[in-house]
């Protein structure tokens, strides 16, 4: 099974703020990485796809980059909605999929 | 506008079964990748299994198989996830989620509004 591992965990930060939560996959998954945004009480949302593909709707201030192991996901100016929590997932070994552990974004 | 609509909550006694619901609408649900997301209590998103309900070819993720069933309607656009002997440890959350393209897509979305069952005694 290929892992997805998240960090940080969580991170505090203020509105303005620029992010990034950062996701290693255990084998290389080349562009095979999607972002997803979950609120409290609600289902997620997909932010990123391919790596670096900004679904349609998502604000220019989420990007995502990367391949092989390593990937980012940057907020440029954190807004108060984009507190929530963020998950990466591997699609790389379709149709077995992972999921990271997810990164919660704070107020500081 | 593409949407997955999930049937309502359910409170269940151990030992019991229980089937869920995720409706398709808004696009061809025949031809599109669904997926199942568990999501315990205040933990992270796992994923149990994804079907493809033109001809209903389902797969598994490790953990979840033999544990629960997935199937779909094609005739009334309806996927489900199902349990024929429920256990406090399937508590949760779950989610149901449409692939973004026809072939090995690369993200899910849009997501059902999810589907909280309780398992107590």
């Known amino acids: 099974d290929i892992q997805m591992t998240q960090s940080p965990s969580s991170v505090s930060a203020s509105v303005g703020d620029r992010v990034t939560i950062t996701c290693r996959a255990s084998q290389g998954i080349s562009s095979w990485l999607a972002w997803y945004q979950q609120k409290p009480g609600k289902a997620p949302k997909l932010l990123i796809y391919?790596?670096?593909s900004l679904q349609s709707g998502v604000p220019s201030r989420f990007s995502g980059s990367g391949s092989g192991t390593d990937f980012t996901l940057t907020i440029s100016s954190l807004q108060p909605e984009d507190f929530a929590t963020y998950y990466c997932?591997?699609?790389?070994?379709?149709?077995?999929?992972?999921f990271g552990g997810g990164t919660k974004v704070e107020i500081k | 506008e593409v949407q997955l609509v999930q049937s309502g909550a359910e409170v269940k006694k151990p030992g019991e079964s229980l089937k869920i619901s995720c409706k398709g609408s808004?696009?061809?649900?025949?031809?599109?990748?669904i997926g199942w997301v568990r999501q315990m209590p205040g933990k992270g998103l796992e994923w149990m299994g994804i079907i493809y309900p033109d001809d209903s070819d389902t797969r598994y993720s490790p953990s979840f198989q033999g544990q629960v069933t997935i199937s779909a309607d094609k005739s009334i656009s309806t996927a489900y996830l199902q349990w024929s002997s429920l256990k406090a440890s399937d508590t949760a959350m779950y989610y149901c989620?449409?692939?973004?393209?026809?072939?090995?897509?690369?993200?899910?979305?849009?997501w059902g509004q999810g589907t909280l069952v309780t398992v107590s005694s």
């Open positions: 808004g696009y061809s649900f025949t031809n599109y990748w």
């Open positions: 997932q591997q699609a790389n070994s379709f149709p077995l999929l992972t």
């Open positions: 391919a790596a670096s």
């Open positions: 989620a449409v692939g973004i393209t026809i072939f090995s897509p690369t993200g899910f979305d849009p």
